[in-house]
């Protein structure tokens, strides 16, 4: 079976929730700015492609973060949810202790990847990220670190295969 008949059936047309993990993206929102770069590109990226999106941002608290998550994943609307921020080694940074556990399967094969790519970019800095994907309630959720240039690379991993990880999960 070729790659294209594999894909076949995949939705084309996506509604992806994007979630920012920050403290001080959260703290600019409550004052009324919208400093968020990396969850605009998210959508920006997605758009791009014909996808629709919807926008929320979150202070690095398990608790917000959990809440936010699981609402996305309840709406029938959204077909995947992508996080922002959240996936380093710092003590705030907790997004991937927090959705982990959530996860009915991991896909490992994305956060290798990413910090395979990210290595080639930047060099051992690409250690420092936990990224990481997985399912929940057969939702695809991608976790990705809030540099910018982090968030173009994983876009170019997810968008292409979106539809089709959708598909499979669904089955």
């Given at each position: 079976m070729?790659?294209?008949e594999?894909?076949r059936?995949?939705?084309?047309h996506?509604m992806?929730?994007?979630?920012v ?5 959260a703290?600019?929102m409550?004052e009324?700015?919208d400093?968020d770069?990396?969850g605009?590109l ?6 791009e492609?014909?996808?629709e999106?919807t ?9 917000k ?5 699981q609402e996305?994943?309840?709406?029938k609307k ?8 959240g996936?380093?080694?710092a003590?705030r ?11 009915e399967k991991?896909?490992?094969g994305?956060g ?6 990210g290595y080639e970019k930047?060099?051992?800095?690409a ?9 929940i309630?057969?939702k695809?959720?991608f976790c990705?670190?809030g540099a910018p240039n ?10 292409p295969?979106?539809?089709?990880i959708?598909?499979h999960a669904?089955?």
């Amino acid at each position: 079976m070729s790659v294209i008949e594999h894909r076949r059936g995949a939705p084309k047309h996506l509604m992806i929730a994007v979630l920012v993990v920050s403290d001080t993206r959260a703290a600019a929102m409550r004052e009324g700015r919208d400093e968020d770069v990396s969850g605009k590109l998210i959508e920006q990226s997605a758009r791009e492609v014909g996808h629709e999106t919807t926008r929320s941002i979150v202070p690095d608290d398990s608790r917000k973060i959990k809440k936010a998550v699981q609402e996305f994943i309840a709406d029938k609307k959204i077909d995947a949810v992508i996080t922002t921020g959240g996936t380093g080694i710092a003590r705030r940074d907790v997004t991937i202790e927090t959705l982990s556990p959530l996860f009915e399967k991991e896909l490992p094969g994305f956060g290798e990847i990413l910090r395979r790519v990210g290595y080639e970019k930047v060099g051992t800095a690409a250690l420092l990220t936990l990224a990481t994907a997985g399912l929940i309630e057969r939702k695809p959720v991608f976790c990705l670190p809030g540099a910018p240039n982090a968030v173009e690379v994983a876009m170019k991993l997810i968008l292409p295969e979106l539809g089709h990880i959708i598909k499979h999960a669904r089955e």
